[in-house]
């Protein structure tokens, strides 16, 4: 990095040498006027810049012109240095976004640099693990799209970031069902995830939270898990809820007419390994015995694993045909760029956020505001 620089009868003359010479990449360091009108000379201010170690020689011509030019105004005197202090003050919050993308070696992305007012946004991208791709395209559309205004503010930069995740993040809002309506869910995911726990919160908030006394069914097909059973019916015998336990597909259908009079049903399915194929086809079988009845598919996905897991994970399950997603485990993770690449690649919509055990509090109804928050800060934040 060298520093260099120039003179001029104004701040701004001094300033427009700089960038003549050296480009848009110069940074600026500090103003001074460094001497005051007397008799035929006239004010004269310093600017100094630095620039990238790269062409030397060039740089070097730089500072020998510029000098050049601002030495035909400038008689020989003892110089006086005044802080142009209201300038250094303007530019202060600038300067500090800029040191911290001098050290980073990755504040070039691609082919696009990082300006320094981005320095922090895109420190919290890495921070979460974001895709760099998409990293790489929601810079270059701010970049592009934010005013040169608003660039040295920085809640104005945080807010326009905040603007395009919540473009990019697909949301399926919750709408309940009219007092006929019907409908049937069905929970899939690997083992672990949640998705008994899940279905317990959400029969829950139907039943009893939604001021709509909904009637809820729940339908168990896992019978391989030990607990899983007595799981279930120690929450529907709490919340007096009617529970099936089905275990050949053969028995689906009789166990979803059984529940003909509920508002709601939700299945419980065998967790299995994502490269556990078989098991991932005898959810499909189950399903086959019903192929009439519409039943939507949630995939239940944990939100402290790697975006490469779930896409893993998304790949093999995605022969179930999944609707929508919801994520788990959020309250034991601080990374969240994850779940928002991930949702935005498989485009399908998140319908809920688990952020703990407690049935049924800890459950968040799909909001990109909720998880935007939980980026920007790096935990789950509780509402």
Same mark, same amino acid.
């Given at each position: 990095?060298?520093?260099?620089?120039?003179?001029?009868?104004?701040?701004?003359?001094?300033?427009?040498?700089?960038?003549?010479?050296? $480009?848009?990449?110069?940074?600026?360091?500090?103003?001074?006027?460094?001497?005051?009108?007397?008799?035929?000379?006239?004010?004269?201010? #310093?600017?100094?810049?630095?620039?990238?170690? #790269? %062409?030397?020689?060039?740089?070097?011509?730089?500072?020998?012109?510029?000098?050049?030019?601002?030495?035909?105004?400038?008689?020989?005197?003892?110089?006086?240095?005044?802080?142009?202090?209201?300038?250094?003050?303007?530019?202060?919050?600038?300067?500090?976004?800029?040191?911290?993308? /001098?050290?980073?070696?990755?504040?070039?992305? *691609?082919?696009?640099?990082?300006?320094?007012? @981005?320095?922090?946004?895109?420190?919290? @991208?890495?921070?979460?693990?974001?895709? +760099? #791709?998409?990293?790489?395209?929601?810079?270059?559309?701010? /970049?592009? =799209?934010?005013?040169?205004?608003?660039?040295?503010?920085?809640?104005?930069?945080?807010?326009?970031?905040?603007? /395009?995740?919540?473009?990019?993040?697909?949301?399926?809002?919750?709408?309940?069902?009219?007092?006929?309506?019907?409908?049937?869910?069905?929970?899939?995911?690997?083992?672990?995830? $949640?998705?008994?726990?899940?279905?317990?919160?959400?029969?829950?908030? *139907?039943?009893?939270?939604? !001021? +709509?006394? *909904?009637?809820? !069914?729940?339908?168990?097909?896992?019978?391989?898990?030990?607990?899983?059973?007595?799981?279930?019916?120690?929450?529907?015998?709490?919340?007096?809820?009617?529970?099936?336990?089905?275990?050949?597909?053969?028995?689906?259908?009789?166990?979803?007419?059984?529940?003909?009079?509920?508002?709601?049903?939700?299945?419980?399915?065998? !967790?299995?390994? =994502?490269?556990?194929?078989?098991?991932?086809?005898?959810?499909?079988?189950?399903?086959?015995?019903?192929? #009439?009845?519409?039943?939507?598919?949630?995939?239940?996905?944990?939100?402290?694993?790697?975006?490469?897991?779930?896409?893993?994970?998304?790949?093999?399950?995605?022969?179930?045909?999944? %609707?929508?997603?919801?994520?788990?485990?959020?309250?034991?993770?601080?990374?969240? $760029?994850?779940?928002?690449?991930?949702?935005?690649?498989?485009?399908? &919509?998140?319908?809920?956020? &688990?952020? $703990?055990?407690?049935?049924?509090?800890?459950?968040?109804?799909?909001?990109?505001?909720?998880? /935007?928050?939980?980026?920007?800060?790096?935990?789950?934040?509780?509402?």
């Amino acid at each position: 990095m060298n520093v260099l620089s120039f003179f001029g009868e104004t701040p701004s003359v001094a300033l427009r040498l700089a960038q003549e010479e050296c $480009g848009e990449d110069a940074i600026v360091i500090s103003t001074k006027k460094i001497s005051t009108a007397k008799g035929n000379t006239k004010d004269m201010y #310093e600017v100094v810049v630095a620039v990238e170690e #790269e %062409d030397k020689k060039k740089n070097l011509i730089y500072t020998k012109t510029a000098i050049s030019k601002a030495s035909q105004n400038v008689e020989p005197m003892k110089t006086q240095v005044y802080d142009f202090k209201e300038e250094i003050l303007k530019m202060q919050s600038v300067l500090e976004q800029v040191q911290k993308s /001098i050290w980073n070696p990755k504040s070039q992305l *691609y082919d696009l640099t990082i300006p320094p007012e @981005f320095a922090s946004m895109y420190n919290i @991208f890495e921070q979460n693990e974001f895709d +760099q #791709e998409m990293t790489y395209t929601i810079m270059k559309k701010t /970049i592009k =799209q934010l005013p040169i205004a608003l660039k040295a503010n920085p809640k104005k930069v945080n807010d326009f970031f905040k603007l /395009i995740l919540r473009r990019v993040i697909p949301i399926k809002h919750e709408v309940p069902l009219r007092k006929h309506q019907r409908k049937i869910i069905m929970m899939v995911g690997p083992t672990g995830v $949640g998705k008994t726990t899940t279905i317990s919160k959400l029969a829950a908030r *139907y039943a009893y939270k939604l !001021g +709509q006394n *909904y009637k809820v !069914g729940i339908v168990t097909l896992d019978s391989f898990r030990v607990g899983a059973i007595e799981q279930l019916q120690a929450y529907t015998n709490i919340m007096r809820l009617p529970l099936e336990i089905v275990k050949k597909p053969e028995g689906l259908a009789e166990a979803l007419l059984r529940l003909k009079d509920c508002n709601y049903i939700f299945i419980d399915t065998a !967790g299995s390994s =994502q490269y556990d194929i078989d098991k991932i086809e005898l959810i499909n079988e189950y399903q086959k015995k019903v192929e #009439e009845l519409p039943i939507e598919k949630i995939l239940v996905l944990p939100a402290n694993v790697k975006h490469s897991d779930l896409l893993e994970i998304y790949k093999n399950y995605s022969r179930l045909s999944i %609707d929508y997603l919801t994520f788990t485990k959020l309250d034991e993770t601080k990374s969240f $760029g994850n779940l928002i690449s991930f949702a935005h690649k498989t485009k399908k &919509s998140i319908t809920y956020f &688990s952020i $703990g055990q407690n049935v049924p509090d800890d459950l968040i109804v799909s909001d990109s505001s909720f998880l /935007i928050d939980c980026f920007m800060n790096n935990q789950c934040v509780r509402r």
